[in-house]
């Protein structure tokens, strides 16, 4: 009976014990709670601790940090550009009472965070150009082909920038942590996680990469159809140097030759008086040999050399010809 006693009075210890304490986390924080008014500074070091039963509530909070990831929103930049940017950020609960009496829970803080960093983001995109939310930093220099693009004027280059995405999202920061801090929330870092342009204008930057390669597309085109004439001429001019120089070294051949032939004439005919007949009646031939032909019809005196050779030759075939009986 006394066994049974002890027994009994232990388990009633036991619950009563387990009723009075609570075992804090290495990653909580907690609050006590009286009729869900907070009692008490909030019990941050891990351990066992003791409340009142029945009567105070342990309400765990976090310590450790804490993902949020925010939707993606369309908004426009100070160029009218329409944007669609997803952002993420970092934060941790700093001082857990703040955080316990305006918010309660993580739910209501995403909640918060939602509406704090998306206003403050779609303020800082409306304020800048959309060449300062893409490009990292104004120290960064892009790695461009000048080949492409020189004598282009501004085609595919890019536009200088005074701060950069990195500065943008520091102002998002400075404002959102601020305002969060009245939660008892810091905010530990912002950052864009996609930058994506709408629809709409992702086409007109199509086009318009398009268009600027169309543009050094043609501008390569034109130096060639240039080059390709340059050649052609020079082609053409040696072609006809060749041939202008050709035809003179012909002309001075036959010139020489000519020459030489009327010289072997001369000497020829200057040997002996039978020797400048001979040639002159070979020259005759020659003459009456190019001037005719069976279609010449000819109307001769009886005193032309022409008639008297013709003749001549004939008489000469005639005597030549044996007659037959």
């Not at 500074?41 to 029945?54: D, I, K, M, N, S």
């Not at 998306?118 to 800048?128: D, F, L, M, P």
């Not at 050399?305 to 037959?324: G, I």
Request: proline share 3%; with cysteine; aromatic share 10%.
């Amino acid at each position: 009976m006394k066994s049974q006693a002890i027994a009994i009075f232990l388990i009633l210890g036991a619950i009563g014990f387990y009723l009075c304490t609570f075992v804090v986390k290495e990653t909580d924080q907690v609050i006590l709670t009286q009729f869900g008014k907070p009692v008490g500074e909030p019990v941050t070091e891990a351990g066992l601790h003791f409340r009142l039963p029945f009567i105070q509530e342990v309400n765990s909070i976090e310590k450790r940090f804490l993902p949020w990831d925010g939707p993606a929103n369309e908004m426009s930049t100070k160029d009218k550009t329409y944007l669609i940017i997803d952002t993420y950020a970092r934060w941790r609960i700093s001082d857990a009472m703040q955080y316990f009496l305006r918010l309660r829970d993580e739910r209501s803080a995403l909640s918060r965070l939602d509406d704090i960093l998306g206003s403050e983001t779609r303020n800082a995109v409306a304020k800048h150009e959309l060449i300062e939310i893409v490009r990292t930093s104004k120290d960064r220099v892009a790695v461009t082909d000048k080949s492409l693009t020189e004598g282009m004027g501004n085609v595919g280059l890019l536009y200088p920038i005074k701060i950069g995405r990195e500065i943008v999202e520091e102002e998002i920061f400075q404002k959102a942590a601020a305002k969060l801090a009245d939660f008892g929330i810091e905010l530990l870092d912002v950052r864009f996680k996609r930058i994506n342009y709408n629809e709409t204008v992702r086409r007109r930057i199509y086009e318009r990469m398009v268009s600027e390669r169309q543009q050094i597309a043609a501008r390569f085109r034109s130096e060639g159809a240039g080059e390709a004439a340059k050649i052609i001429g020079k082609k053409e001019k040696d072609l006809q140097q060749i041939e202008s120089e050709s035809y003179k070294r012909v002309q001075e051949i036959y010139g020489e030759a000519d020459a030489k032939a009327s010289a072997i004439y001369a000497q020829a005919y200057d040997s002996s008086p039978a020797s400048a007949e001979f040639y002159k009646f070979i020259k005759t031939l020659e003459t009456y040999r190019d001037i005719l032909s069976s279609d010449v019809s000819l109307v001769l005196t009886t005193d032309s050399p022409l008639f008297r050779l013709l003749k001549s030759t004939e008489v000469s075939s005639s005597v030549s010809t044996p007659s037959v009986d």
